[in-house]
């Protein structure tokens, strides 16, 4: 959002005004728990969400009715060996991220009762000449005290959300019971408990499902911890009347002022559940709001993390619901649609006129800044609707009889396509970063061009003055000293302009330039080519500074306030990966365009880090490190489709190769004759035009170039390697997973089938990139060595975590990554994790010595009733020799384990 005060609300937050100072710590602070929950709801151990490995510790996972039988449980436990050692394995397992669980819960405890501490201090006149009423009436503090409740708000959400309540509280019994209470003398965990209760709440998997919501939620899980009425209402009526951040001025249109108010929007559906009794029985103020800010949409982004459709969730408040309808009545609702969907067309005709290749220069830019600016906010306002009113969390409205119709509606008339909205989503991002760039550079230049062109216009005025003074004599030119003199005064009047007192000097180089078409009529001075030549230079020069003199900060302010694409943070993540990659594969220069669209979200970045960023916290770096990663990570899977595309062309070159005999190497030496079964020109081709293919593919990533994307530089090689490694790993993971499947009933070994089996698949993809790695310019076997040693190490280590009482977890491993992570297998069978201990308890029963007996001499083993052959060694040479790598210490690490 964008932050504009006057200089007496700068005051509020200079480092001399606690107060101020106080109230932006703690929104900041606010703010950096929001990003430790969403960082933390990544990592909730597997044992509270996978129902096999709950029935293991179902006895010591209890919810908040333990406290109801803590003395008979305690009792209980006491006596039991068996409980107690399985209590210190959970625990040695688990209770540092519980223990980082329950920080994050106290801390929002703490973060509302700092927040009350701060209203009570106000109100009590503990800050020197500050009052509630005064703290209001300065615009940030205003701004600070909304966000205070609302990040409150968010927090509570959030951790209904992504912390679900029975997760909570088996935590935060686990906690309490493994001496939470014994932490510090100043622990929270009573009211820690009391706040964050189950709600009851059961939150969908996707956006488009229901969720099961019990009675007055959220209303009463917001006042578990009550905060000031009256403060409150204060806080709501500003932001019900008030431009909270004076964004109103960038959106002049009425058509776009709920566009303008949509930050303020989400905070007012936070605070009207902390005053529910505004949703249920005032109909004039609800009424009032839904007037302000939702006469025209009823989709929100919250936070840019929580997705609301207000005609669902407004459902049970009758005031609320009364106020929407006149917002939802179907005549509205097909008029917005079909209304969007032209300007739709219109956008995308105004946005491709002006990417024209040659069209936006330095000249176009200052002559059309303000067509410029309002064909961006037309496309922005466009695309906020558009992509709001048509993901999948508005299809709520087609399980509620009332608005039925309303989703069939909206996606109907306003012709809503992924791929239409995408593609004016990147022309106009690309747009956007031409204009931001050019703008910036003329900003960072407007000095010393003004300076130039000033200097330019004094030499040619002095020039005039020293032609028509006999000087500089001149064919035709008749000496004149009132010109002279004339001609001087005006070299003076250009060198007093200043481009620091810029009305003053926008309206001197006006009444110059008229003067010197004036005196260029009255003196019948176009009769002397030269001298008119010099006059229409001055003049263009004048117009040039005078354009230059309205380059403005405010300029670029409007544009990033305009861009904005927070709200877009979750749908763009979630609905709209399918669609850029379907793009990319038709077109790998799109990432260009593409590289615009990231640039342009990680503009949201500004929604968490701003405060942060002006209280000086040292949580910056870790806040703005996180969502850097999480727009990384989407860019990653955006991109991945090159590498698997990639990877389907070489399946198919080596398709080519391996199943076509005649398809071969060309010898040393060879008769002509033989020359025509060599040439198999078609089948050439083809191999030659997948190569092609996949080398286009490789050179699309590329063009993106060094880009910082948050704080993190993304460098284009890095990312295609990265991504070949993903696709591999996945590959050989699968292969691996999937061939390595076992009857523990068979009478005859698989392995002599399952290995060579194997060993085909893998010298397929080795051989593939030994063919590839010199079209894409990568280390081909460096690669393969490197991730087949850590696919094999890696499931080596997971298959180990079954005979060892702390597990290896994937955040500590040394094998795992999260930019190329290794796939995570479902378990097949009750004894093995992986397919290394199906393969090593395969191994182990077709060569018990019970049962078989080894030949030396032929390296096999021999059934002792049958004496057929059971198993061979020359299976895994074959795979060994197929891998072309050395021999895996993790088959060594395996083996000992195994013995």
């Known amino acids: 959002m964008m932050k504009n005060a006057s200089s007496a609300d700068a005051d509020f937050l200079s480092d001399e005004n606690l107060c101020g100072q106080t109230l932006l710590k703690l929104v900041s602070r606010g703010n950096a728990i929001i990003a430790e929950?969403?960082?933390?709801?990544?990592f909730i151990p597997s044992v509270f969400t996978n129902s096999s490995e709950q029935q293991t510790y179902s006895a010591l996972l209890m919810d908040f009715h333990y406290f109801t039988i803590a003395e008979t449980f305690e009792k209980e436990f006491v006596g039991n060996v068996k409980m107690i050692d399985l209590n210190e394995e959970f625990k040695e397992n688990q209770q540092t991220i519980i223990e980082r669980f329950y920080v994050v819960f106290e801390s929002v405890y703490k973060y509302i009762s700092d927040l009350n501490k701060f209203v009570t201090d106000l109100e009590d006149g503990h800050f020197i000449q500050q009052t509630l009423e005064s703290v209001?009436?300065?615009?940030?503090?205003?701004?600070?005290?909304?966000?205070a409740v609302y990040v409150y708000g968010v927090m509570l959400l959030l951790l209904d959300i992504k912390v679900p309540g029975e997760i909570r509280e088996k935590m935060l019994v686990f906690y309490y019971r493994n001496g939470g209470t014994h932490v510090s003398t100043d622990t929270n965990i009573d009211e820690v408990c009391k706040l964050l209760a189950s709600t009851g709440l059961v939150y969908p998997s996707s956006d488009d499902k229901p969720h099961s919501r019990p009675p007055g939620y959220p209303e009463n899980y917001f006042r578990r911890v009550p905060i000031n009425e009256d403060f409150l209402q204060m806080i709501l009526g500003r932001l019900?009347?008030?431009?909270?951040?004076?964004?109103?001025?960038?959106?002049?249109?009425?058509?776009?002022?709920?566009?303008?108010?949509?930050?303020q929007a989400c905070m007012i559906y936070i605070l009207l559940y902390f005053v529910p009794d505004m949703l249920h029985n005032q109909s004039a103020r609800m009424r009032e709001i839904v007037d302000r800010f939702f006469p025209d949409n009823w989709i929100l982004n919250v936070y840019m993390t929580i997705p609301v459709n207000l005609p669902e969730v407004w459902e049970p408040y009758k005031a609320a619901r009364t106020a929407l309808s006149h917002s939802l009545q179907l005549d509205n609702v097909k008029k917005l649609a079909m209304g969007y969907s032209k300007k739709m067309r219109e956008c995308k005709s105004n946005v491709a006129s002006f990417l024209?290749?040659?069209?936006?220069?330095?000249?176009?830019?200052?002559?059309?800044?303000?067509?410029?600016?309002?064909?961006?906010?037309?496309?922005?306002?466009?695309?906020?609707?558009?992509?709001?009113?048509?993901?999948?969390?508005?299809?709520?409205?087609?399980?509620?009889?009332?608005?039925?119709?309303?989703?069939?509606?909206?996606?109907?008339?306003?012709?809503?396509?992924?791929?239409?909205?995408?593609?004016?989503?990147?022309?106009?991002?690309?747009?956007e970063l031409k204009v931001k760039r050019m703008f910036r550079q003329l900003l960072a230049e407007k000095v010393s061009?003004?300076?130039?062109?000033?200097?330019?216009?004094?030499?040619?005025?002095?020039?005039?003055?020293?032609?028509?003074?006999?000087?500089?004599?001149?064919?035709?030119?008749?000496?004149?000293?009132?010109?002279?003199?004339?001609?001087?005064?005006?070299?003076?009047?250009?060198?007093?302009?200043?481009?620091?007192?810029?009305?003053?000097a926008g309206r001197k180089i006006l009444q110059l330039s008229q003067a010197l078409e004036e005196v260029q009529e009255f003196h019948q001075l176009e009769t002397n080519l030269y001298v008119k030549q010099f006059l229409n230079d001055t003049r263009q020069q004048l117009d040039q500074m005078l354009r230059i003199i309205n380059v403005k900060q405010d300029y670029l302010s409007a544009v990033e306030s305009i861009m904005d694409l927070s709200y877009a943070w979750g749908t763009l993540m979630n609905q709209y990966i399918p669609s850029m990659q379907v793009l990319i594969k038709r077109d790998p220069t799109s990432v260009i365009k593409l590289k615009a669209v990231f640039l342009k979200l990680s503009t949201a970045l500004l929604v968490p880090l701003i405060r942060i960023t002006q209280s000086k916290s040292p949580d910056r770096i870790s806040v703005s490190q996180y969502y850097s990663n999480e727009l990384v990570m989407f860019m990653r899977t955006v991109l991945q489709i090159i590498p698997k595309s990639m990877f389907a062309l070489l399946a198919q070159i080596i398709q080519l190769q391996t199943n076509n005999p005649s398809l071969r190497e060309l010898p040393t030496k060879l008769e002509k004759e033989k020359l025509a079964d060599y040439a198999l020109s078609s089948q050439r081709f083809e191999v030659a035009r997948l190569t092609h293919d996949a080398s286009v593919l490789a050179q699309g990533v590329l063009m993106m170039k060094n880009t910082m994307v948050g704080v993190i530089r993304i460098d284009p090689r890095q990312l295609l390697e990265d991504g070949i490694r993903k696709e591999?790993?996945?590959?050989?993971?699968?292969?691996?997973?999937?061939?390595?499947?076992?009857?523990?009933?068979?009478?005859?070994?698989?392995?002599?089938?399952?290995?060579?089996?194997?060993?085909?698949?893998?010298?397929?993809?080795?051989?593939?990139?030994?063919?590839?790695?010199?079209?894409?310019?990568?280390?081909?076997?460096?690669?393969?060595?490197e991730e087949y040693t850590r696919v094999m190490h890696y499931n080596v280590e997971r298959e180990c975590n079954l005979f060892l009482r702390v597990k290896v977890t994937d955040q500590d491993s040394q094998f795992q990554s999260s930019y190329i992570p290794i796939p995570k297998h479902q378990p097949l069978d009750p004894e093995s994790t992986?397919?290394?201990?199906?393969?090593?308890?395969?191994?182990?029963?077709?060569?018990?010595?019970?049962?078989?007996?080894?030949?030396?001499?032929?390296?096999?083993?021999?059934?002792?009733?049958?004496?057929?052959?059971?198993?061979?060694?020359?299976?895994?040479?074959r795979w060994q020799m197929a891998s072309d790598h050395r021999p895996c210490s993790a088959r060594q690490v395996f083996s000992r384990s195994c013995s």
Not at 471 to 499: M, Y
Request: charged fraction near 25%; proline fraction near 2%.
């Open 37 to 42: 929950i969403l960082r933390l709801s990544d």
């Open 136 to 147: 209001i009436q300065a615009t940030e503090g205003r701004q600070l005290l909304a966000e």
């Open 240 to 263: 019900q009347n008030d431009d909270l951040y004076n964004l109103v001025s960038f959106y002049p249109k009425p058509q776009h002022r709920s566009t303008a108010l949509s930050g």
């Open 356 to 431: 024209k290749e040659g069209v936006l220069t330095v000249n176009f830019l200052l002559d059309n800044r303000d067509r410029l600016l309002n064909c961006i906010r037309e496309s922005n306002t466009t695309l906020r609707w558009m992509i709001l009113h048509n993901s999948k969390v508005s299809q709520a409205t087609n399980r509620m009889k009332a608005y039925k119709t309303v989703f069939e509606l909206v996606s109907t008339h306003s012709n809503f396509n992924h791929e239409t909205v995408l593609e004016l989503l990147m022309n106009s991002a690309q747009l």
């Open 449 to 504: 061009h003004w300076t130039k062109l000033r200097a330019e216009c004094e030499s040619r005025m002095d020039e005039l003055s020293d032609v028509f003074s006999g000087v500089k004599p001149l064919t035709r030119v008749e000496k004149n000293d009132h010109l002279t003199g004339w001609f001087k005064e005006v070299k003076a009047q250009i060198a007093s302009l200043n481009h620091e007192e810029w009305t003053a």
């Open 728 to 785: 591999l790993v996945i590959q050989l993971a699968n292969a691996l997973h999937s061939t390595l499947v076992f009857n523990p009933k068979a009478k005859v070994s698989e392995l002599n089938t399952k290995l060579p089996l194997l060993a085909q698949k893998i010298d397929g993809f080795r051989r593939s990139f030994e063919y590839i790695q010199d079209y894409v310019n990568l280390y081909g076997l460096k690669i393969w060595q």
């Open 834 to 877: 992986t397919f290394v201990g199906r393969l090593g308890r395969e191994i182990l029963r077709v060569t018990d010595y019970h049962n078989t007996v080894f030949i030396e001499q032929s390296s096999t083993w021999y059934d002792l009733k049958t004496r057929e052959p059971c198993s061979t060694l020359c299976s895994f040479r």
